[in-house]
């Protein structure tokens, strides 16, 4: 069975503080896609990176950055030198072969950035 | 641009009446997906749809039934509408290759009453 794990709910940071949104999943397929998605409140989501089970090098893009871990079943969000505009629900999900390509999310994570 | 249109962004209907949520794609995708926003729960898949004319169950597909006469159109039916039923509906279509993300539509804000 699938499962994607954001064990943090809600979280606040002042402006410029670094935060980190944690994802823990589970798989037995050796070939998955694990991504991360942004909400903000106008509703949409909208896509940020998606990472394969078989490249584990992290990825840096501004002020964002992920790190995979197999070890750990992890794949963490961090942001740098928040920003208000960050303020949003953010979404792990992972995807599968056997899970048929679906989407399997987790109950994400609001995050407040508080000027 | 990829582009996922819900018909709707705010739509308030009454216990027990019959209601369409629309999802339009216009990028061929072969995959398309309704799901369900509650707080505290995530995203939950309602139904998905691999093809015209193809559907199969998610995790909670009581109370819910699709139609997929094209391939550009999904539709997410609820029959008899419940209060239980208020919630977000969030549409995303997909190419079938797995190496890829999935586009979403702006989502239908549905309140049973």
């Known amino acids: 069975a699938q499962k994607v794990t954001q064990a943090q709910t809600e979280i606040s940071v002042v402006e410029k503080e670094d935060v980190t949104l944690d994802c823990v999943y589970e798989t037995r397929d050796t070939t998955y896609y694990l991504f991360w998605y942004k909400q903000p409140p106008s509703g949409e989501l909208v896509f940020l990176i998606r990472r394969n089970s078989f490249d584990e090098q992290n990825e840096i893009s501004g002020r964002y950055s992920w790190n995979f871990q197999k070890s750990t079943s992890s794949f963490n969000f961090t942001i740098t030198a928040s920003q208000v505009v960050d303020s949003a629900v953010y979404f792990c999900?992972?995807?599968?072969?056997?899970?048929?390509?679906?989407?399997?999310f987790g109950t994400g994570t609001r995050l407040t950035v508080i000027p | 641009d990829v582009k996922v249109t819900q018909s709707s962004r705010y739509l308030v209907k009454r216990t027990g009446e019959k209601v369409f949520l629309e999802c339009v794609q216009d990028m061929d995708h072969e995959n398309m997906f309704w799901y369900r926003q509650d707080p505290g729960l995530g995203l939950r898949l309602i139904y998905f749809?691999?093809?015209?004319?193809?559907?199969e169950k998610g995790d909670i597909p009581e109370g819910y039934s699709v139609s997929r006469e094209k391939k550009e159109r999904f539709s997410l039916i609820l029959e008899s509408a419940s209060t239980n039923q208020t919630s977000m509906y969030l549409c995303a279509s997909i190419t079938r290759s797995p190496n890829t993300e999935a586009f979403f539509g702006q989502g239908t804000r549905l309140t049973v009453v």
């Open positions: 749809s691999y093809d015209v004319k193809m559907k």
């Open positions: 999900a992972l995807s599968t072969q056997t899970g048929a390509n679906n989407l399997f």
